[in-house]
Each structure stands twice: as C-alpha cells, then as structure tokens.
DNA sequence: TGAGATATGTCAACAACACTGACTTATCTT
DNA sequence: AAGATAAGTCAGTGTTGTTGACATATCTCA
C-alpha cells in the first residue's frame, strides 16, 4: 500500500478566481462526479488484467485482441482494425506476438480467400479466461454490491445514483475510501 | 464514417475447439457484455476530449492533470501522483507544458513550504469547462437515454442491465447499432 | 482475360506516455 | 545538525499509437 490519496495539512487553500457555482444549471452535478468514477474504476478494471499480461510479456493491446478474437472467432483483420480503432502497423506489431507464441492462429477465409480469420488457440483461450476471470470477478461482486446509502439524494433521478453505486463498486476496495473522501473534499472547497 | 463494424462475408466458421457453454456458472453471461461495453464505453467517452486537446497540442495525459487541478485545487504533486499513479518523472513532463503555457500555477505552501499546490489560471479553468462540457453532454444523454427493451431478460437481476443500459448509451449512438451487431453475432457462434 | 479494387503484410520513422535509476535542492522534523 | 520528505531533473528504455510508402495475393467487373 502506497500513500494514501487524502491530504491531511493542505486544508484547501481557496483558488485565486471566481467563486464557482455550487452544481450550476448545465454543470451537470452528478455527471461531474461519474467522470471521475469513470476514470478510477476504468483504471482499476484494466488493472487486474494487466498484471497477468505482465507475466507473459504482454501488454493492454494484446490483451484486446485477445479478447475479441476469443469472443468472436473467425474475426478478419478489417473487422479487428474497425473494432480497436488502431492502424494495421500497430495491430500486426500485437498480433505477430501472438500468432508467434501460438495464442491465435490465422486461417485463410474459404468464401475470400485474401482473408484471414482469427482463432484463437487451446492455449489463448485459456489465456483469455484467465483474463476474463479477474474481470467478472470484479464486475460480478460490483453488480451485488449493496446500493449506497447516500445522503445528499436530490432529486436528481435514480439513473445516476445507480450509475454511481456500480462505477464505485468497480473500485478496488482498498482505496475507495481514500476516493469517497477525495471526492468529498470537493464539497468542501466549493460551497 | 469509415467501414462498418459488421461482418456480412464472413459467417461464422467454427473455431475448432470445444464448444463453450452457454453462458456458464461461473462465467458471469452479464459480465462478459459489460467488459466489453465498457471497453466501446470508455473509448468513445474519452475520445470526444481528445479531440479538442489536439487543437492544444495536448493528450489525455494533460487531461488528467487538467481535471483534478481544476476540480480540487491545491492539491500537492504527492497528492497527484497517488492519484494518477503514474511517477514523477511522467506527471512532470506534462505538467511543465500545462504550467508553461499557463494553464495552471503553482504555489508554495503555506504551512510546508516544500510543497507546491497546484490550481488551475482562468485559461485553465476555461479549458477544463471546455472538456467536462462535452463529457456531461453524453453522459446526460446516457442517463436520459430510454432503458433498452431487452428481449432476453431473464433472471439476471437488473443491476445488470442497468449497467448495460449505461455503457451502451455511452457509446456513440452512430456506432451503437454496429455494436449490437456484433455482440448478436457472439450469440450465433456460441450457441 | 486484364484492369482496378480490396485484404493483408511490411519497412522505416516518429510521437505520446509510461517506466527505472540516479541525483539535486529545499525544507521540515526531531 | 542529521535524516526524512517534497519536488525537480537528467538520461535511457519500452509499449503502443501514428504516417507514409510499398509489396503481394486475391477478388470483381467490364
């Protein structure tokens, strides 16, 4: 466990400029706070794959072609670059490394033949799942959490709340604490 | 618009392996769409950002930086750094282009004078409203986006889908129906 | 059949952003 | 005064993305 995130002897010295709306017309309250969410809970979802990959030498991009070649066998290489958004150059470097250490195989398409479908083999598959695993695992105990209970319920609508109870659950629970009392800081400083 | 996520040539040629289960014990069916919702989700969700960034000649890193100066200023490097978790080394970098080009000051101090508390100037500030604006703007959508009529709602509970319904308004809705495409044509593989 | 489009692969150079390791400087704590 | 801590910096490296330019195999269509 590293530092925690909380400041403790930096009680929020007030910035030097306008006195900011608390929670403006188009601010969007709620959805200030999700874009953090968002950001933790994506770092810590990534986090735990990651540290498989690292084991093997590989990296977030073989892990998305991983992925998708598992849960969708016989994918071309169009249809992979269309997915990930990546150039050719930069999903071949990935895929070579793959296809090299006998994760996923190429097989020449039967209806077009210029194609090359992907698989992927016994052993990425098992890859995959081992990735997949500590992914739903978290997915999982965040989907049973129990909802929050939270205080400052406006009437801002269900729909946020619960988008917030499940992107909070995704964080490591060891540092949602530390989050929670982050995000409350905000309250502090702007009111 | 570039190509079309969706396959049409390419049926489905069966992956020569075993035959998956259908949605199995410990295979969380739910969680499997979402890490992959979530994947299309934050793409797109970080992806409306970077596009003004560029006109700064700035990358998400700077983002980052931007985002949690202006919404708790003061904060110290350590403070930061823990929250990123990247190092010094990487935080400085983009640091130094965000203070040079005045988007955010330092400041000593004031009952340690060894740290320096960061706040974000006015261009700052107006940077970050830029960028927050357009991530509200979809995830307001997203929340007030119609909850999906799902066919094959079964016992799953409806944290599931509510988390489903999110992650899928998040994405840009142009791309929406090549996603729902695609995650159908899992449905015919393995079945 | 032959021309052009398409699917894939590859070489080379470059940029953003992360990392490690090694130090320096200023300041605080004891 | 000694040691810990906060921040800054230099130098080198790795992953993953980008352009641009081509090469090869295969398909489509006139």
New interface residues.
Partial sequence: M????T?D??????????ASLPNGP???G???D???L??FA??D?VGDPDRILAQYGFGRAHH?VL?FVD??????I??LL??L?ITKQSLNRVLKDLIDQGYVEQ?T????RR?R?L??T?SG?ALTADL??V??RR??R???APAEEDETEGGR?T??A??QD?LLAMIEPAERAAIRR?MA??AT?RA
């Fill in positions: 590293s530092r925690a995130i400041p002897a930096n009680t929020a010295v007030q910035a030097p400029g306008e188009a601010t969007g709620d959805s200030d999700l874009i953090e968002l950001f994506y770092r979802f998305r992925h849960r969708y066998p016989g994918l071309t169009a249809e269309d997915i958004r097989q398409g039967t209806s077009d194609q479908l698989f992927c016994p598959r997949t695993r992914q739903v997915i999982v965040a989907l049973d609508g729909r946020a619960s988008a499940f982050l800081r905000r400083v």
